[in-house]
Structures are given as structure tokens and as C-alpha cells.
């Protein structure tokens, strides 16, 4: 049974910066495009960027220029290293294969964004 494991939040005033980071077994992000979610109170939960296995990428319009996405095939890892971080980036945020899978979704990450 695939588990997706985020980890990487927390708490950073606007303009600040953070690196998140999702572990999936069983190699599943060795062999899938991968994707980053996230989920604002009240709001439904929004795409914001996917990786092919081969390294090419996609981003919401709101996080480009400031989001990045890469992942690290061998280790079965994803990253997402946000910059210039704004209040309304503040949600949580979940990691899953592109098109997600249901049963994947993990805790996610809190990343919250205020002074």
C-alpha cells in the first residue's frame, strides 16, 4: 500500500521561505508524475504544481516565479521550495502521484504565512 509523507511546515512571516518535502514508498515517485496540493480553510483543495519523472513542470498561476517543484527519483522523494511566501499561500499542504489517487492522500503539512 502506497504512503505519501509530507513534512516541511510551519510558520514564516510574508516574504519568507520554506522547503517541502513528501516521501512516498514503494518507489512510486521513481515511476510517476508527481504533484503538490493545498487546502485553505473553507476553500477546496487546489492543484499548485506537478513534475514529470523526467524533470518537466507545471505551476499554478499564483506560485510561479516563486514556487519550485523538483524530486529526487532514486530516494522516491518530491520537493516543493516556496520563496516570497504571501498570507494567502497559508493552507495545508498534501503531495500525491498526478492524477492523484484517493487512498494516497497523507496528513499533509501546515504552512502558515502571517507576521
Known amino acids: 500500500q502506497v504512503q505519501l509523507v509530507e513534512s516541511g511546515g510551519g510558520w514564516v512571516q510574508p516574504g519568507g521561505s520554506l522547503r517541502l518535502s513528501c516521501a512516498g514508498s514503494?518507489?512510486?515517485?521513481?515511476?510517476?508524475?508527481a504533484g503538490w496540493w493545498r487546502q485553505a480553510p473553507g476553500k477546496q483543495r487546489e492543484l499548485v504544481a506537478t513534475i514529470y519523472v523526467g524533470g518537466n513542470t507545471y505551476y499554478e498561476g499564483s506560485v510561479k516565479g516563486r514556487f519550485t517543484i523538483s524530486r529526487d527519483n532514486a530516494k522516491s522523494m518530491v520537493y516543493l521550495q516556496m520563496n516570497d511566501l504571501k498570507p494567502e499561500d497559508t493552507a495545508v499542504y498534501y503531495c500525491?502521484?498526478?492524477?492523484?489517487?484517493?487512498?494516497?492522500w497523507g496528513q499533509g503539512t501546515q504552512v502558515t504565512v502571517s507576521s
Open positions: 500525491n502521484t498526478y492524477p492523484f489517487q484517493a487512498e494516497y
Open positions: 514503494g518507489s512510486i515517485f521513481s515511476i510517476r508524475r
